[in-house]
């Protein structure tokens, strides 16, 4: 099986080969990634982030051939007043059939959203400052908020995973049945 991934970024690659080889144990896996655009914001938000994800997924499909296209996007989105950062994964088959799938969300933290706010800042331009002024820290976004407790890789994990599993051929699975239900 031939995964092409629209990023070349060790820690994406890193997460689709453990998810593939979590669910397809049986097969020879072949991961390559590809820097891809993702046609967003430096920090995208909203539907953005899902849409950044598709772009990757649609561009390397033109590039090369494969079994399943992948794209991975970290985002924000507004829900219920608060700020979260969260993922989408969008899988694309080599005969164009989509299946996406998000993360949970991570708030993020007061200290980062009222930096972005009083001084007008976007969230990657709010993020270097705040990591300038603390001194080295991960390049990850949810290590930052977390001190270290939990990183941005969990969200991709997850996001792809829950793309995944809508592809696994599996006779309990009801994303691979293609019967309609009666009613």
Known sequence: MKILLGSDSERKIDVVKQVFKQYFKQE?????????????????????????????????????????????????VERYGHLYEEAWAVIVTSEGTEFAGYSSGLTVPDYITNRMQTQAMEHYEAMALIEKELGELPNDTWGTYSGGQIARKVSLEEALRNAVIQILPHEGNLYTRRASLST
């Open 28 to 76: 020879e896996i072949e991961i390559f990634g590809i820097k891809a655009n993702s046609g967003v914001s430096e920090t995208p938000y909203g539907e953005e982030t899902y849409q950044g994800a598709k772009n990757r997924a649609l561009f390397i499909k033109k590039e090369s051939s494969a079994n399943y296209y992948v794209g991975l996007e970290s985002g924000l």
